[in-house]
T-cell receptor, first 109, second 114 residues
Framework: GQNIDQPTEMTATEGAIVQINCTYQ??????LFWYQQHAGEAPTFLSY??LDGLEEKGRFSSFLSRSKGYSYLLLKELQMKDSASYLC??????????WGAGTKLIIKP | ETGVTQTPRHLVMGMTNKKSLKCEQH?????MYWYKQSAKKPLELMFV???????ENNSVPSRFSPECPNSSHLFLHLHTLQPEDSALYLC?????????????FGPGTRLTVL
């Protein structure tokens, strides 16, 4: 079967750095998305990786290793507003989106 | 504000009620989606519409009935639901139905079935 694994919950301190991991086992791979979802709000797009390596967008970076079936989202200089759930989703060989259950990130002052 | 609105934001209904969820996108997209989001579970894709035609139905019970009258509006008609249907129902849209396009989500309708 197809599977996306993410930690259920993580806690980090304001101003610090946190890495949220996502591992996947899917039938094929055509890209990986990260979305951010604040409580009670819409998921919003953060990044899309299809090639190996690190892509940086301001305080957020996303890394992909296709050979390892692994991605991470790196958040730097954490702010209280970064408290949210972070969803990982993979496009399989049929271009179907397979979603993870999300990681709830709690930022403490 | 993502350009996708959903109403109502919260809905409580009994198992014998009939209600409808509404989604509207102001982005000029051609594809629209309904998802179910339950606590600590992955998003479940329910229905996909492309240019007002249903292109995917992921074995959803018939008590959920979608309607797409035009490319900007999507409805989910609900009847004789079960308590396990309580969840957050998210609508999304994208430029095309190709999943490489970014999906833009609405804030969801929090549904509680008593």
């Amino acid at each position: 079967g197809q599977n996306i694994d993410q930690p259920t919950e993580m806690t980090a301190t304001e101003g610090a750095i946190v890495q949220i991991n996502c591992t996947y086992q899917t039938s094929g791979f055509n890209g990986l998305f990260w979305y951010q979802q604040h409580a009670g709000e819409a998921p919003t797009f953060l990044s899309y990786n299809v090639l190996d390596g690190l892509e940086e967008k301001g305080r957020f970076s996303s890394f992909l290793s296709r050979s390892k079936g692994y991605s991470y989202l790196l958040l730097k200089e954490l702010q209280m507003k970064d408290s949210a759930s972070y969803l990982c989703a993979v496009l399989d060989s049929n271009y179907q989106l397979i979603w993870g259950a999300g990681t709830k990130l709690i930022i403490k002052p | 504000e993502t350009g996708v609105t959903q109403t109502p934001r919260h809905l409580v209904m009994g198992m014998t009620n009939k209600k409808s969820l509404k989604c509207e996108q102001h982005l000029g997209h051609n594809a629209m989606y309904w998802y179910k989001q339950s606590a600590k579970k992955p998003l479940e894709l329910m229905f996909v519409y492309s240019l007002e035609e249903r292109v995917e139905n992921n074995s959803v019970p018939s008590r959920f009935s979608p309607e797409c009258p035009n490319s900007s509006h999507l409805f989910l008609h609900l009847h004789t639901l079960q308590p396990e249907d309580s969840a957050l129902y998210l609508c999304a849209s994208s430029v095309g139905q190709d999943n490489t396009d970014t999906q833009y989500f609405g804030p969801g309708t929090r549904l509680t079935v008593l």
